[in-house]
Each structure stands twice: as C-alpha cells, then as structure tokens.
C-alpha cells in the first residue's frame, strides 16, 4: 500500500505544472508580433526581387541582391516555426472555451504551415538554378521564374487554410470572452477576407489592388490588435478573473 502511494505521489509531482493563462496570453501576444515583423520581411523581400514575366530581369536582381534571398529564405523557416508554436499556444489559451473548436483552429493553422514548409524548396530551388553555373543560363532563368511564380500560386492555396483557422478562431474568441468580441468579429470576417481574396487571385483575374486592400484589411486591424490586447491586458472572464487552463 506504502509503494503504491509513494508510486502515485512520484507521479504526481513528475507531471508538469499548467501554464499560467496571463503568462500563456502574452507568449501568445509575443509570437504574433513576432510573426508580423517576420511576415513583412521574409515576403517582402522576395517580392522586391521578383519581376513579373521577364526571368532575365529577376535574375539580375538576384544576382545584384542575392544576400536579400537568402535573409528572406531564413525569415520564411522562421516563419513557418513561429507559426507552429503560436498554433499549440492558441490551442492551450483557447481549449476551455471549446476543446475541439480550438483542435480545428489549430488544425488548419497547422496545415497552412505545412504548406507553405513544403512550398518552401522551390525559392531553393530558384536559388540554386540561378547560383549553379552559367550553363544553358536562358533555360536556367525561365526555370527559376517558374518556381518562384509556382511559389506565389501555392501561398495564395495555403492562405485558403489560413483562412479558415480565422474562420474558427473568430467564434472561439467570442465563446470564450477571454478578450473584447470586436476581436472574434475582425477575425472571423479576415478569414473570410483570406478566402475570398486567395480563391479569386486564383480562379479568376479580379483579386489585388482595392478589391484586396478591403478584403485584408480586417485580418491586419485584428491580428494586431489581438496581439496588443494580449500583451497589455492578457485574457478575462466575465467575472473580471483569470481563465482557469
């Protein structure tokens, strides 16, 4: 009886201690600004070498910048990297509003991530057409334009799923109160913004420019707002209390 108590007692004090909510609210907060100065410069800057049909063109400019790829390559890893952390944060913040609500939010934050990892090769494999030699250049360029372009089209598919994590985690706010209802609202309309904007960049000519500017614009107002809050106040129940994890 004596082993079987103390069995159970080594067991107990071996289990890890729960995160504390404020604590696990502005880790949260954290990784989204994180993730937003990394969004800005991994993206960006491949897009500022890239001009659109003349592989000649971007050859050159990546010749000229080739340290802008590279740093932009090193951001995307980490991009992808935040981004699973913040999925299982989000999942630990958000299950006792809803354990399978925040499995599906996570869920498709996750395959978004994969995604884009397995996007990933084919800037690398831009880079090391155009660092590989100076053989058959011509066909070298064209073949590098083409995946870097295969790069683009696969993104605007992995922010559908993006998309639809916001989908899910706007009503998951809202349930769980933790913080202001604008917040469940903003995200739930960016997710169908991301959705939206993607599909029609996609499968027709009319996404970009103010028809994008309007449909995104919700996602930046409550990615970063939520991120703020998080960091200023962490998270509350009605009772004006701490969420119990």
Request: proline residues 5%; charged residues 10%; without cysteine.
């Amino acid at each position: 009886m004596s082993v079987a108590l103390a069995s159970s007692s080594t067991t107990s004090h071996a289990l890890p201690a729960k995160p504390s909510p404020q604590r696990l609210a502005r880790t949260t907060g954290w990784l989204y600004l994180v993730l937003a100065g990394l969004g800005m410069l991994g993206p960006l800057m491949l897009e500022s070498l890239v001009v659109p049909g003349d592989a000649s063109a971007t050859a050159d400019s990546i010749a000229q910048s080739l340290w802008l790829l590279d740093v932009s390559l090193v951001a995307w890893i980490a991009i992808i990297a935040v981004d699973v952390v913040l999925s299982v944060a989000l999942y630990l913040l958000l299950a006792p509003a809803g354990r399978a609500l925040s499995l599906a939010a996570a869920a498709f934050r996750l395959v978004y991530s994969a995604v884009v990892g397995a996007l990933l090769i084919l800037p690398f494999i831009a880079r090391a057409l155009l660092t590989g030699g100076s053989d058959d250049a011509v066909d070298r360029q064209a073949q590098a334009l083409a995946a870097l372009e295969a790069f683009d089209v696969g993104f605007l598919l992995a922010l559908v799923f993006f998309g639809f994590h916001l989908l899910v985690l706007g009503p998951l706010l809202l349930r769980s109160r933790y913080v202001p209802r604008v917040f469940g609202v903003l995200l739930s309309v960016a997710g169908a913004g991301y959705i939206t904007d993607s599909l029609l960049h996609l499968i027709t000519d009319a996404g970009g420019g103010p028809i994008s500017a309007v449909l995104l614009t919700p996602a930046v107002i409550g990615e970063i707002g939520l991120a703020v809050w998080l960091l200023i106040k962490g998270v509350q129940t009605p009772n004006g209390k701490a969420p119990d994890l």
